[in-house]
T-cell receptor, first 118, second 117 residues
Framework: AQKITQTQPGMFVQEKEAVTLDCTYD???????LFWYKQPSSGEMIFLIY??????QNATEGRYSLNFQKARKSANLVISASQLGDSAMYFC???????????????FGKGTLLTVNP | EAEVAQSPRYKITEKSQAVAFWCDPI?????LYWYRQILGQGPELLVQ????????DSQLPKDRFSAERLKGVDSTLKIQPAELGDSAMYLC???????????????FGPGTRLTVL
């Protein structure tokens, strides 16, 4: 069963506007973490923002904010004032316990390709 | 700024040949990860090291893939023999400890793009 679902294969936004990228997750573990990464065409994954399941407030990092709705199991990324350089693939990932039992690993969604138009 | 280094950046090989990828994590990072990313998909964990020990290789095709981190620093991922379906991006990442959280996220290298002909 897919644990991270990103339902938007592609999104378009005008420069300087805000955009929301959707992410829903599935877990029965009360302690988990959610990450967002950006992957430009060069290939490197760039960490953007983190939200812990017990965090009381939604995470923010500069122009990035996370709309965390725990009951709905959603962790949408909001990018404000989009820039041309924001054009990239965006991946939502969830931290879960790995097969070793004491290690943590990330499970990624399929990603959303964001295109910022001038 | 400290970075995860990977080489080569690109590799083209013929099926049945052997290939090897190298990764040097950020200095001081105890946990190292190898991921495979098929075009249009998110990365999938192949193997995870804590220092020199493997802590998760449940998704590593062990009949053809091997990975080592002998001194607990840099790491090598090998495929022998390569198959057409191995064409993908191979990403290496590292983190300070295995307990991923805010302030202890994974840092990724630029990846090795493998094409098997």
């Amino acid at each position: 069963a897919q644990k991270i679902t990103q339902t938007q294969p592609g999104m378009f936004v005008q420069e300087k506007e805000a955009v929301t990228l959707d992410c829903t997750y599935d877990t029965s573990d009360p302690s988990y973490g959610l990450f967002w990464y950006k992957q430009p065409s060069s290939g490197e994954m760039i960490f953007l923002i983190y939200q812990g399941s017990y965090d009381q407030q939604n995470a923010t990092e500069g122009r990035y904010s996370l709309n965390f709705q725990k009951a709905r199991k959603s962790a949408n990324l909001v990018i404000s004032a989009s820039q041309l350089g924001d054009s990239a693939m965006y991946f939502c990932a969830m931290r879960e316990v790995g097969s070793g039992g004491s290690n943590y690993k990330l499970t990624f969604g399929k990603g959303t390709l964001l295109t910022v138009n001038p | 700024e400290a970075e995860v280094a990977q080489s080569p950046r690109y590799k083209i090989t013929e099926k049945s040949q052997a290939v090897a990828f190298w990764c040097d994590p950020i200095s001081g990072h105890a946990t190292l990860y190898w991921y495979r990313q098929i075009l249009g998909q998110g990365p999938e964990l192949l193997v995870q090291f804590q220092d020199e020990s493997v802590v998760d290789d449940s998704q590593l095709p062990k009949d053809r893939f091997s990975a080592e981190r002998l001194k607990g620093v840099d790491s090598t991922l090998k495929i022998q023999p390569a198959e057409l379906g191995d064409s993908a991006m191979y990403l290496c990442a590292s983190s300070l400890t295995r307990k991923l959280a805010g302030g202890n996220e994974q840092f990724f290298g630029p990846g090795t793009r493998l094409t098997v002909l």
